[in-house]
């Protein structure tokens, strides 16, 4: 399956990489190789073809040697999953599991949907429930975090240009949360984002592919007093925002999605409060 991961991050020009081992040592040069990510303003992304092309950046004390670049290898598909699937068999708990099944779908989208397809009964509980509750909990010391879209209310009367951010123009299911009723865990705020996302991974072990798929947290605040003084909170430490203003927000995100990506996206809303969900559905 030919695949992309996006990545967006906050800098103005950002870069992934995948540090390895390289296979050789040329002569009296120090190597490290990576997997190259394509930079581009405000976003990486990251050719989660078939082949992965390992770069090799070489560097040497000699005064007369210059900085070089290098191509020396093509990893197929396959071999990266056989490298995840023992890498899987060294973790001892679900957890372990599910991070490592995270940073691949960071680093390799191609491999983390491959493995996952080949086996979506043992690899689901570990990408979403039950395991995606203990990630919900932990999210503020994640790392990597999955990748979503993250709006606020201050990006109210922006959202078409938050919305264009995200480097995919195939998208046709947009998952969002506000991140209230996170299954039997309650309010955990802009924490909540382990639902879209692994919601996201339950489509893509579908076979969707990952471009049709956004995963959104509209980070309204939280009445989570907890989360609020917690330092590591990834989202606003304030409380929750209600009535008109809440469901204004939440129509012109609708509203914005079936303008950026014509009215084929179907918004999956997940784990709103009861008494907004059936608001806004209607």
Same mark, same amino acid.
């Given at each position: 399956?030919? $695949?992309?991961?996006?990545? +967006?991050?906050?800098?103005?020009i950002?870069?992934?990489? &995948?540090?390895? =081992? #390289?296979? !050789?040592? /040329? ?22 073809a ?9 560097f040497?004390?000699?005064?007369? $040697?210059?900085?070089?670049? +290098? ?8 071999? &990266?999953?056989? =490298? #995840?699937? !023992?890498? /899987? ?41 039950p ?13 990597? =975090? ?12 922006q ?5 264009r ?24 705020g802009?924490h ?10 339950v ?80």
């Amino acid at each position: 399956m030919l $695949a992309r991961l996006f990545h +967006l991050c906050s800098g103005s020009i950002c870069c992934v990489y &995948e540090f390895c =081992r #390289a296979s !050789a040592v /040329l002569d009296h040069f120090n190597t490290v190789s990576y997997t190259w990510s394509h930079c581009v303003k405000g976003r990486s992304i990251h050719n989660g073809a078939s082949q992965t092309t390992k770069v090799s950046f070489c560097f040497s004390n000699e005064p007369q $040697a210059k900085s070089c670049l +290098l191509l020396y290898m093509q990893v197929d598909l396959q071999v &990266e999953v056989l =490298r #995840a699937k !023992a890498a /899987l068999a060294q973790c001892s708990t679900d957890f372990e599991k599910h991070r490592l099944l995270v940073t691949l779908r960071e680093i390799n989208q191609a491999a983390f949907f491959s493995l996952l397809q080949q086996d979506v009964e043992g690899l689901l509980p570990l990408v979403y429930t039950p395991t995606i509750g203990d990630a919900c909990l932990a999210w503020g010391s994640l790392t990597p =975090r999955p990748t979503g879209l993250y709006i606020t209310e201050a990006n109210r009367g922006q959202m078409q240009q938050v919305l264009r951010q995200w480097p995919s123009d195939e998208v046709h299911i947009a998952v969002v949360t506000d991140g209230e009723r996170i299954l039997g865990l309650g309010d955990l705020g802009a924490h909540g984002m382990g639902i879209p996302t692994g919601k996201c991974n339950v489509y893509g072990a579908a076979g969707l592919p990952p471009a049709w798929l956004l995963p959104i947290t509209v980070d309204v605040g939280t009445n989570n007093t907890q989360l609020q003084q917690d330092p590591l909170y990834v989202g606003l430490p304030q409380q929750r925002l209600r009535g008109p203003a809440y469901f204004d927000l939440m129509m012109e995100l609708v509203e914005a999605l079936q303008s950026r990506f014509q009215r084929r996206v179907l918004v999956h809303w997940e784990d709103l409060a009861a008494k907004n969900a059936f608001p806004v559905l209607k």
